[in-house]
T-cell receptor, first 114, second 113 residues
Framework: DSGVTQTPKHLITATGQRVTLRCSPR?????VYWYQQSLDQGLQFLIQ???????AKGNILERFSAQQFPDLHSELNLSSLELGDSALYFC?????????????FGEGSRLTVL | AQSVSQHNHHVILSEAASLELGCNYS??????LFWYVQYPGQHLQLLLK??????LVKGIKGFEAEFIKSKFSFNLRKPSVQWSDTAEYFC???????????FGRGTSLIVHP
């Protein structure tokens, strides 16, 4: 158990819909990262938050957004869903004060868009 | 932009065989390197990491990796694999100030008993 909690574990929805994925980082970790894992693209970095503020952006679509709340949990919002958004979405956190790239991953949220 | 290449997408071995998975990264500056493992249905777990110092790094479960700067490589090795090593293996590199890791596409390892 990495200490990073993600909900829901599985989600099935239809095209055009909107979903929210939730992540709680390890106790004490201030940074949260979101990654998308798909068969054709591998693990792609989406976005990072640090202590409530957006720190870095990767290949995140405009239909996707995220935020980190004062209690440090984060939500990834995916809207106007398309079939190609079906993937495993991972959240990760890093040691407070650390800037090494070492991440602790949650178990992921598997999104299926029908 | 930084990239990480894993040359073997699928590897099938018998128990007790030796393993070497290739990983190359593109960034020329200071880089931190990682190998993660993802067992079926589980989250990514850190196997080992290299920040600096001895280029031969030992990790958990008998895995080791060697950093060769001149070849931009960080290959993963294990002398004798077990059935329980069946998993997906990811190489990652982090550098450039933000140190947000870039991952390779992963290598699926199947070990037959």
């Amino acid at each position: 158990d990495s200490g990073v909690t993600q909900t829901p574990k599985h989600l099935i929805t239809a095209t055009g819909q909107r979903v929210t994925l939730r992540c709680s980082p390890r106790s004490g970790d201030l940074s949260v990262y979101w990654y998308q894992q798909s068969l054709d693209q591998g693990l792609q970095f989406l976005i990072q938050y640090y202590n409530g503020e957006e720190r870095a952006k990767g290949n995140i679509l405009e239909r996707f957004s995220a935020q980190q709340f004062p209690d440090l949990h984060s939500e990834l919002n995916l809207s106007s869903l398309e079939l190609g958004d079906s993937a495993l979405y991972f959240c990760a956190s890093s040691l407070m004060g650390s800037n090494t790239g070492e991440l602790f991953f949650g178990e992921g949220s598997r999104l299926t868009v029908l | 932009a930084q990239s990480v290449s894993q040359h073997n997408h699928h590897v099938i071995l018998s128990e007790a065989a030796s393993l070497e998975l290739g990983c190359n990264y593109s960034y020329g500056g200071t880089v931190n390197l990682f190998w993660y493992v993802q067992y079926p249905g589980q989250h990514l777990q850190l196997l080992l990491k290299y920040f600096s110092g001895d280029p031969l790094v030992k990790g958990i479960k008998g895995f080791e990796a060697e950093f060769i700067k001149s070849k931009f490589s960080f290959n993963l090795r294990k002398p004798s694999v077990q059935w329980s090593d069946t998993a997906e293996y990811f190489c990652a590199a982090a550098s450039g100030g933000s140190y947000i890791p870039t991952f390779g596409r992963g290598t699926s390892l199947i070990v037959h008993p």
